[in-house]
């Protein structure tokens, strides 16, 4: 009978889209029930925190999959022949990840690789028993006996799949689509995804059945679940931007504005603010933490950082002043910690910053995070 009443509750969970129901995004971090969201294609799930220990993509060893003993404040090498690592996820005490295998062909030119062939991986904790699970596929979630992941053995199109882990077999559940890699997530039996930059979809598993959820003019990225609620932003920085940060209530598919950056941002008199890039973003019960390029008319004056705002007193602060070199970032927040993955920059300044949530920088106290052979 208990058995039974499960079931019940479980399928009700699944029909009914409450927040209660399983939620997994391969670029995102599971920390006391918060699903917090790291971004872009290159760069996204760069962190993954298991325990006491932090799994990443150390940046200064070609971004192998290294482990990092926080009480100890060391950090070993866990694979040695993949590259290139991103959307790292532990599930049943076992790795997977996203990575290139060093065995095949491809054109490096300094920091940037082309050519880029993708493969999704699972390894045990301490290093052994390396397998590559699928070729030509990225963005692992996986839950149960399923992987679900994008296909990428085309460029620029990609189709959502789901592979069987007992049958070693793949089913195709949303074929060939031109959408952002990085933005795929998965509430219950309900998968959602962007297409064609713009417009945010969701598939029913159950029905097969697609939907349109939200429509913007321009962008539409970072999109993520927390706490029962879609959230995502959106803006166009080529011309004068809106920089919204949005929400919306699956059940409804209501969309409110959380808050607008140009808004709260101070405005310089020298020149003209068209709106943030925003990189990546992390949305917990009371703040957002995001980083990104704020875009000036004039753009030698662009800047960049990493930024808090704080839902309940509809506030913005910025944390750092990191520098117009900065490109592209992957967030990770825990409980007293924001982890961020910057591109190397020319000055030889930490690629990976470690800040607390009032903006300090607290680098230091990791820094065993920081060996491999670019240090």
């Known amino acids: 009978m208990k058995s039974l009443i499960l079931l019940v509750l479980t399928l009700c969970c699944f029909i009914t889209g409450d927040k209660t129901a399983p939620v997994a995004m391969g670029n995102t971090a599971l920390l006391d029930n918060k699903y917090l969201y790291v971004n872009s294609s290159e760069y996204g799930g760069g962190f993954y925190k298991d325990d006491d220990v932090i799994y990443y993509a150390n940046v200064y060893d070609m971004r192998k999959l290294y482990a990092y003993d ?31 295998s060093l065995s095949k ?50 460029e620029f199109v990609y189709s959502i799949c789901r592979y069987n882990t007992q049958t070693k077999e793949s089913e195709v559940l949303v074929d060939k689509t031109e959408f952002m890699p990085a933005q795929l997530n998965i509430v219950g039996n309900k998968i959602y995804y962007v297409v064609n930059y713009c417009t945010l979809m969701e598939y029913r598993m159950d029905t097969k059945e697609t939907k349109l959820v939200a429509h913007e003019e321009y962008q539409l990225e970072r999109v993520q679940y927390f706490d029962g609620a879609l959230y995502y932003h959106t803006g166009f920085y080529t011309g004068r931007s809106t920089s919204i940060v949005k929400k919306i209530e699956p059940l409804t598919y209501e969309v409110e504005t959380v808050f607008d950056f140009t808004e709260l941002y101070p405005h310089r008199q020298d020149c003209e603010m068209y709106g943030i890039d925003i990189l990546s973003m992390n949305v917990t019960e009371d703040k957002i933490f995001f980083g990104g390029k ?46 961020y993955m910057k591109n190397k920059e020319m000055d030889n300044a930490k690629s990976i910053v470690v800040l607390d949530h009032n903006g300090n920088d607290i680098s230091d106290r990791y820094a065993g995070m920081y060996v491999g052979s670019e240090e």
């Open 105 to 154: 062909d491809y054109e490096n030119y300094g920091d940037i690789i082309f050519k880029v062939n993708y493969s999704i991986f699972k390894v045990n904790k301490d290093g052994s028993n390396l397998e590559m699970v699928i070729d030509y596929a990225m963005n692992p979630i996986v839950m149960g006996d399923n992987i679900y992941y994008l296909d990428c053995s085309q």
């Open 70 to 100: 926080i009480a100890k404040d060391e950090a070993v090498l866990l694979v040695d022949d993949v590259i290139r690592v991103l959307y790292i996820r532990v599930y049943d005490d076992v790795i997977y990840f996203t990575g290139i």
């Open 294 to 339: 704020i875009i000036m008319s004039d753009r030698s004056k662009n800047e960049s950082g990493a930024f808090i705002y704080d839902r309940n007193e509809h506030s913005l602060q910025k944390l750092d002043n990191t520098d117009n070199r900065l490109l592209s970032m992957s967030t990770y927040i825990t409980d007293d910690a924001i982890f």
